[in-house]
């Protein structure tokens, strides 16, 4: 079992930053990939960014030239920094994790095995 506790979610000006943490313990031997997802209220959970265990990362569209993905494997830790942010990027973010039976690039919901409980983040206007 891998545990996942996200932290840095908060209110912020449209604009602004935001650096998100995750940071895991458990069976961390297990762990292979590591992504952010997010979640408004009434649409469907969905990938922000994710990063391999060798630091090969992919970012969906809405994330692309905005936000940086990184992990410290020494701390165990996913971060997720979250530049000029925008009212649209107002969700529950999620941190989750994918094993070693996944293939890069493990995109939907199903690909990950472990999941945090969230940290929410709104962007006002």
């Known amino acids: 079992q891998v545990q996942l506790v996200e932290s840095g979610g908060g209110l912020v000006q449209a604009g602004g930053s935001l650096r998100l943490a995750c940071a895991a313990s458990g069976s961390i031997f297990a762990i292979n990939c590591m992504g952010w997802f997010r979640q408004a209220p009434g649409k469907e959970r969905e990938l922000v960014a994710t990063?391999?265990?060798?630091?090969?990362?992919y970012y969906t569209d809405s994330a692309k030239g905005r936000f940086t993905i990184s992990r410290d494997n020494a701390k165990n830790t996913l971060y997720l920094q979250m530049n000029s942010l925008k009212p649209e990027d107002t969700s529950m973010y999620y941190c989750?994790?994918?094993?070693?039976?996944?293939?890069?690039?493990?995109?939907?919901?199903?690909?990950?095995?472990?999941w945090g409980q969230g940290t929410q983040v709104t962007v006002s206007s």
């Open positions: 989750a994790v994918a094993t070693w039976k996944r293939r890069w690039i493990p995109i939907g919901v199903d690909d990950y095995d472990y």
């Open positions: 990063i391999s265990s060798g630091a090969r990362t």
